[in-house]
């Protein structure tokens, strides 16, 4: 039998992790200088975000758009409670990671033999056994150390993934040290039911370990996943500002959850966030200058709902003015 619960109370806050200036940006062709970058995530600080993925120590050939992360986290004007994190996919990027002082380093393993492969060229016990060592350069460096199991509701390889071994990975992240777990839709395979699954026997096999979804909506249902987890208790969330990055796969598709269609969603329904939706809003606009095109986000061409309806409606866009609407 199906496991979901429908119409159960939505928790009154959520956490969101951006993470568009690591996956979002890795996905761009035009790379940012360092300047830019420092800019952009010094305006999502100061628009209410607490936790900002920085970026990623990764070979320069293999990502060039990370290539300079270190400078970044020494440009960054740090702000208090701010929690800003890069991850790494091996010792080597876990040192370096430590000696830019991130305030956590993340490391990433796929769900799928065939997914982690193709991304770090890997069996998943190989790269197991990379995390044990990260997990030891981290520890000895007093940081938190955090793990995303990608592909956790799909493989674009294999198809369905099952629960148990998602379960299973987990489990030995954590025996690992792994303090904040987050499961990725890494290629936008879940539906709203899958989510609510997954999570109920996450929540079954680890009752007091805290849980993150990193979400994608490459086929639509983004929002709708976000929903049905909120309906079982999941408060903390990975997105992306502007929607950027994410969908590798489908060039055009959207990809990331975009930070500003979350939060506005959220804010509608009075789930709060701590987030100034209209400085986010000037954040993508901002970014959309910086990578030279359109971002996917839908509210910076809709506007905010609140205030088309206290009369502002000049910050809607995208309205025709003739013409009928349906
Ligand atoms: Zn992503």
């Known amino acids: 039998m199906t496991e979901y619960a429908a119409f159960a109370a939505l928790p009154s806050n959520v956490q969101i992790r951006e993470v568009g200036p690591r996956d979002g940006l890795q996905n761009e062709d035009v790379i940012l200088t360092t300047v830019q970058k420092v800019q952009l995530i010094d305006a999502l600080a100061d628009a209410g975000l607490r ?59 796929s769900a799928s033999e065939s997914h982690n492969q193709s991304n770090v060229n890997r069996s998943v016990a190989q790269s197991l056994a990379g995390v044990a060592d990260m997990a030891e350069v981290v520890r000895v460096a007093g940081k938190p150390f955090d ?7 799909g493989c674009p390889f294999e198809g ?16 690992l040290g792994a303090q904040q777990l987050t499961l990725g839709d890494t290629t936008g395979m879940a539906h709203p039911l899958l989510v609510q699954q997954v999570v109920l026997a996450f929540r079954r096999r680890f009752p007091r370990q805290p849980l993150r979804l990193h979400l994608h909506s490459a086929r639509g249902a983004g929002l709708a996943n976000i929903l049905a987890a909120l309906q079982v208790g999941i408060s903390d969330f990975d997105s992306s500002i502007g929607g950027i990055g994410g969908c590798p796969f489908a060039p055009g598709a959207p990809g990331n ?29 901002m970014l959309e200058q910086m990578i030279g095109h359109e971002v996917p986000s839908q509210t910076i061409k809709a506007g905010i709902c609140k205030h088309l309806t206290q009369g502002n409606r000049q910050q809607a866009t995208g309205y025709s003015r003739v013409g009928m609407t349906t």
């Open 51 to 109: 936790e900002i993925e920085v970026g990623a120590f990764v070979k320069p050939q293999n990502v060039p758009q990370m290539a300079d992360t270190s400078a970044v986290f020494a440009g960054l004007r740090r702000k208090p409670g701010v929690r800003y994190s890069a991850i790494a996919p091996n010792p080597i990027g876990a040192r370096r990671a430590v000696e830019a002082d991130a305030d956590a380093v993340m490391v990433f393993l």
């Open 147 to 153: 793990a995303v199991l990608s592909v956790a509701f």
């Open 257 to 285: 959850l975009c930070t500003e269609d979350l939060t506005h969603m959220l804010h509608e329904m009075d789930v709060q966030t701590g987030l100034d939706l209209p400085a986010l809003m000037e954040t993508a606009r």
């Open 160 to 175: 369905d993934v099952p629960i148990v071994r998602v379960l299973d990975l987990c489990g030995r992240l954590l025996d």
